[in-house]
């Protein structure tokens, strides 16, 4: 979805992939609210949340998609991709399994999004690093082999949640100006 609102604004859809409990929900209640909860129930409990950015005196609005949790059976359906142009593909590093499935992530948003979409790999929950099962280097290999974007964050103390969001919104903005 890139739509041109009167001339000076834009509307763009951002997706959030990644296995079930990467924190895919708590990034975007700390990016749109500055909330984070602790309890496994980050329900958005919308389809998406809208943000609004200002890119060289251009006023963005940003509508960030997040799953219902569909994504533990594998369902997440082509609806939720649908105008998709840009995508947080989010992982654990605290969990190397789900770092493991960002590939078919990859593959599913290829499948479904035909135009150019500006894509982030985002290493979440960096304040685990006591637990660290993926180290930084292992994210930033599979960011340059993909040609994504690469950050990784914590929705918990807030790191790097805006500046992620940021990047894709503004890459977008640059893909389609
Ligand atoms: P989702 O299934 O990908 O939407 O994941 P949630 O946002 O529901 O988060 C799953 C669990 O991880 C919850 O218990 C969160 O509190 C926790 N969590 C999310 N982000 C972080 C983070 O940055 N650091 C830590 N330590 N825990 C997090
Ligand atoms: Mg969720």
Same mark, same amino acid.
């Given at each position: ?44 409990? @919308? ?28 369902? @997440? ?12 593909? @989010?992982? $654990? ?13 990859? $593959? ?21 690093? $006591?637990?660290?099962? @993926?180290?930084?280097? $292992? ?39």
């Amino acid at each position: 979805m890139e739509e041109e609102v009167g001339g000076e604004e834009y509307l763009f859809k951002v997706v959030l992939i990644g296995d079930s409990a990467v924190g895919k929900s708590n990034l975007l209640s700390r990016f749109a609210r500055n909330e984070f909860d602790p309890n496994n129930k980050a329900t958005i409990g @919308v389809e998406f949340l809208t943000q609004e950015l200002e890119i060289d005196g251009k006023m963005v609005k940003a509508q960030i998609w997040d799953t219902a949790g569909q994504e533990r059976f594998r369902a @997440v359906t082509s609806a939720y991709y649908r105008g998709a142009v840009g995508a947080l593909i @989010v992982y $654990d590093i605290s969990r190397k399994t789900t770092f493991e499935s960002v590939e078919r992530w990859l $593959d599913e948003l290829t499948t479904h999004c035909e135009t150019t979409v500006a894509r982030m790999l985002v290493g979440n929950k960096c304040d685990l690093e $006591d637990i660290r099962d @993926v180290s930084v280097e $292992d994210g930033k290999s599979l960011a340059e082999e993909e040609g994504l974007f690469f950050m990784e964050t914590s929705a918990l103390n807030a790191t790097n949640v805006q500046t992620a969001f940021e990047m894709v919104i503004r890459e977008i903005y640059n893909n389609v100006s």
